[in-house]
């Protein structure tokens, strides 16, 4: 089925770094791909939508400057987490799908900023 | 708006028995799509069962099948035979069938199943 990666897995760094996140669709070509966020215990909370070759489509309240989106290929698209604070710690994942297939998603990264 | 509710905050159910997750939805659209995830602790998202809004039957898929009820914008996940390996967080989504394709995901249910 489906393959997406996800990288890294987890990571922690101090405060003020910015991390850069990486999905990508191993065996198929993704137009879309979503970006999630999920604190414990709770759902997972869309960010933006990924668009190849276009500018993403954030979800009302999230900053686009602090969480830089770049869908530079049918197979990649990244999460940077610019200036990063401990309030940013949380788990992040993406999904990616095609047309009305369900999405799959990576399995997710641990963010904590020390 | 759309709207996924899943009310049960957490299950129990005994292993080998069969389980009812609830998951209702709200939408104004004809067209939709509903989906439900598994979460294990490892936090991988564990695609499980779909179902169109169109779709005649009730989708089925192994030990999973989804009680798909229109009329009261239902769709709820039954696990059959429940093993040890299905304790999890479980997600009810739904999908918007034009335009972005985004889902919208319900709070969740966590489910334990006791040996």
């Known amino acids: 089925g489906a393959v997406v990666s996800q990288h890294p897995s987890w990571v922690i760094c101090k405060s003020g770094t910015s991390v850069k996140i990486e999905c990508r669709s191993l065996?198929?070509?993704?137009?879309?791909m979503f970006w999630y966020r999920q604190f414990p215990k709770q759902s997972l909370m869309l960010m933006a939508t990924s668009n190849e070759g276009s500018k993403a489509t954030y979800e009302q309240g999230v900053e686009k400057d602090k969480f830089l989106i770049n869908h530079a290929s049918l197979t990649l698209s990244t999460l940077t987490v610019t200036s990063a604070h401990p309030e940013d710690s949380s788990f992040y994942i993406c999904?990616?799908?095609?047309?009305?297939?369900?999405?799959?998603f990576g399995d997710g990264t641990r963010l904590s900023i020390l | 708006a759309q709207k996924i509710t899943q009310t049960q905050p957490g299950m129990f159910v005994q292993e080998k028995e069969a389980v009812t997750l609830d998951c209702t939805y709200d939408?104004?659209?004809?067209?939709?799509?509903l989906f439900w995830y598994k979460q294990p602790s490892s936090g991988e998202m564990i695609f499980l069962i779909y179902q169109g809004s169109y779709d005649q039957q009730n989708a089925t898929e192994g030990r999973y099948s989804l009680n798909f009820q229109k009329a009261r914008k239902s769709a709820n996940l039954v696990i059959s035979a429940s093993q040890l390996g299905d304790s999890a967080m479980y997600f009810c989504a739904m999908r918007e069938t034009s335009g972005t394709y985004k889902y919208i995901f319900g709070t969740g249910t966590r489910l334990k199943v006791l040996a």
């Open positions: 999904s990616a799908g095609t047309g009305s297939q369900p999405q799959h």
């Open positions: 065996d198929f070509q993704a137009t879309t």
């Open positions: 939408t104004s659209d004809p067209s939709y799509g």
